[in-house]
């Protein structure tokens, strides 16, 4: 985990899941799947009806504002949405404002690995109030190393 010299925090979290990247991409894109990841951490909310991106995805624009909601309820941030990349069954660029951070990229993607799928996300952020940087760090990490547990989990049984 680095931080650069304007502020910009990033760090990688990868792991092997044991299904197909063609399934893991059907998980992965859906409001669902994404809550699944996060809970009982968090939640995001999203608009009634929207179950799975939509596509096309409109690229560069705001696809909707989510609350993240601590232990499903407690609303402590918002993310807007925007995705900079769309790659079906490959991966996604996002770059989101939110609340707490002025600048927030996460960036997933898919890799076949001997049939089950390399799952990797590498994350950019710079808090709004720079002296809580160290502080999101330790906390995003946790948040993304309990979502790379998860996804592992919902897939254990995929391949015998």
């Excluded at 999203?46 to 705001?62: A, D, N, S």
């Excluded at 079906?88 to 002025?102: I, K």
Aim: proline share 9%; charged share 20%.
């Amino acid at each position: 985990m680095t931080v650069d010299a304007d502020g910009l925090y990033r760090f990688t979290v990868s792991s092997v899941v044991p299904a197909p990247p063609a399934r893991v991409w059907e998980r992965i894109t859906t409001m669902e799947g994404i809550n699944a990841e996060l809970m009982p951490i968090a939640r995001m909310t999203h608009p009634r009806g929207l179950t799975q991106l939509p596509f096309p995805v409109p690229i560069g624009e705001r696809l909707f504002r989510s609350w993240i909601l601590l232990f499903g309820v407690l609303p402590i941030d918002y993310d807007d949405v925007t995705l900079l990349r769309l790659t079906p069954g490959v991966g996604f660029a996002e770059s989101s404002p939110m609340l707490t951070q002025r600048r927030w990229d996460h960036e997933r993607t898919l890799e076949d690995a001997n049939g089950a799928c390399r799952v990797t996300d590498r994350i950019a952020f710079a808090p709004r109030l720079a002296l809580l940087g160290p502080v999101y760090r330790a906390i995003f990490r946790q948040v993304f190393l309990h979502r790379h547990r998860r996804l592992r989990r919902a897939f254990a049984h995929s391949i015998p």
